[in-house]
Each structure stands twice: as structure tokens, then as C-alpha cells.
């Protein structure tokens, strides 16, 4: 259950990166994320969490997370990260990527391979025998060896009947601290990362969270599961199959 709502949460993530382009409006992303969630059947999973007012959240250059959609058009050189949850079947599916609008600079394109790359760093450690905080120490690791540091305020999750569940999983720690990673956890696994400094601020709407230095900022998250077969990533939807997908061809 947990793969299929996770797995529209990527299906529908790689739709929206393919209408990324300068002059679209976040709300128009936000409105197409509806709209298909609906007519595969599921739910937003953010719209009225908390009294969050869309289904999407996208967050623009210095945004880290929680931008609300509106009628801001994207630009050549923006570096914007959409975040989207369903809920399918009583099951949440959870996941982010950050993509370049156009031609963005090198410290862009440095810092979202370096988002991506800790969430795979992280995920090394997502087996039986270690501790919950070896994931997060091998996040923090990665993202300071490349100059970069993690946003503190906000952590990665446990996920299943609902959004966020126990246990919190933040980006940076001590390692071999906390609960231990059994077989049967699913966790939303979510580097959130700045060029500058780490320190946040909450704008006036009450939901988006920017770098107080207004360094750029960088978000990838995935749910993952621990399977008897070991560690699998619910919401990765590779462009191939995506692409076989748009072309009529269909996985089990
Ligand atoms: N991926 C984010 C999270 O895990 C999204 C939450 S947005 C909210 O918490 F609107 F639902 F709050
Ligand atoms: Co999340």
C-alpha cells in the first residue's frame, strides 16, 4: 500500500519537473498536482495539514521549504524545489526534488547534487544493525565536506497512516545515538541544505521558510522503505521509466 501512494507521489513529481520552465506560475503547478493526485484516485496530502493552503509546496532560491504556490512566475536561473505528499488508500506517500529553471549557476547546480547526493548518503545507513542518527551523521558529513550546511529546524519523519510520524530523523548529529533501524520502518528521508549559513527565518504568510542570510537552499526527499529484501526507495521514479510511461508502456 505504502509503495502505490508513494509511488504517484513520484510519478506526479516527475510530470511537474517536465513543466518547469521561465514564466510558468507556481500556481499552475500546484493546480496540475491536484488534478492528477484526484484522478489517480488519491488525496493532497498537504492541502489543510496544519491549515496549509495548497497541495504543493514550491520554494524558490533562498526558499528552503514551504513555499506556498501563487502567481510568481519562475525565472531562467531560479533553483526551485517542489514538495508533495498523497495520501492513498489511508497510506501517505512523501518526496522533493530541486530542479534548475533553465541555465542556473555552478553554485546551484554544486548544491542540488549535493542535496541529492546526501539523501543517498544517508541511505547507506538505512539497514538492520545501525542506529537511526547514522543516517543523519552520514547527511551532515556529506553536505559539510562539499562547503555546504543543513538547515536544523526542520527534520525528516517516519510516514505511513499518517504524514509525520515518529520517529523525527534530523539532518546532522552524532552517530550511533537513538533507536535502532529495524526491518518494517518507512521514513521520509529529507536533506533540506543551504550555500550559506543554516539559520532560518519564517516569512509573513506563516508557512515558508527562507536562509536568514538568503543563501540558496536545496531540498530532496524520498519515503523509503526497509524491506526483508533490504532498503528500497517507495518514491523514485526513474525519467526512463517515466518516459515509458508517457509513452504507454507500464510497470508491474
Ligand atoms: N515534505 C514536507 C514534510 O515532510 C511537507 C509538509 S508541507 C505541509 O513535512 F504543508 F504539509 F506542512
Ligand atoms: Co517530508
Given at each position: 500500500m505504502m509503495r502505490q501512494s508513494a509511488r504517484l507521489v513520484g510519478q506526479i513529481l516527475q510530470e511537474l519537473k517536465a513543466m518547469i520552465r521561465p514564466g510558468l506560475k507556481t500556481i499552475e503547478l500546484d493546480k496540475y498536482a491536484e488534478k492528477r493526485t484526484k484522478e489517480l484516485g488519491a488525496q493532497p496530502a498537504f492541502k489543510g495539514y496544519r491549515g496549509y493552503p495548497a497541495s504543493l509546496c514550491v520554494s524558490i532560491n533562498e526558499e528552503i521549504i514551504h513555499g506556498i504556490?501563487?502567481?510568481?512566475q519562475l525565472k531562467e536561473g531560479d533553483l526551485v524545489s517542489l514538495d508533495f505528499g498523497v495520501v492513498y488508500e489511508g497510506f501517505y506517500g512523501d518526496a522533493a526534488l530541486t530542479c534548475p529553471v533553465g541555465e542556473v549557476s555552478e553554485e546551484a547546480r554544486r548544491l542540488l547534487a549535493a542535496a541529492e547526493g546526501a539523501f543517498w548518503a544517508g541511505l547507506e545507513y538505512f539497514k538492520e544493525?545501525?542506529?537511526?542518527?547514522?543516517?543523519?551523521?552520514a547527511i551532515q558529513t556529506y553536505v559539510e565536506a562539499r562547503g555546504f550546511s543543513v538547515i536544523r529546524n526542520f527534520v525528516g519523519?517516519?510516514?505511513g497512516y499518517a504524514l509525520h510520524e515518529d520517529p523525527q530523523l534530523p539532518n546532522y548529529g552524532p552517530?550511533?545515538?537513538?533507536?535502532?533501524?529495524k526491518t518494517g520502518l518507512v521514513l521520509a528521508i529529507e536533506p533540506m541544505i543551504a550555500a550559506g549559513n543554516w539559520e532560518v527565518e519564517i516569512l509573513?504568510?506563516?508557512?515558508?521558510?527562507?536562509t536568514k542570510d538568503r543563501s540558496l537552499a536545496a531540498h530532496y526527499e524520498h519515503t523509503v522503505a526497509?524491506?526483508?529484501n533490504g532498503p528500497q526507495?517507495?518514491?523514485l521514479v526513474s525519467e526512463e521509466e517515466q518516459a515509458d510511461r508517457e509513452k504507454g508502456v507500464h510497470y508491474a
Open positions: 504556490p501563487s502567481d510568481r544493525g545501525h542506529y537511526l542518527s547514522d543516517i543523519s551523521h519523519h517516519g510516514i552517530p550511533h545515538h537513538g533507536p535502532r533501524i509573513s504568510d506563516g508557512w515558508t521558510a527562507i526497509l524491506t526483508e526507495v517507495l518514491s
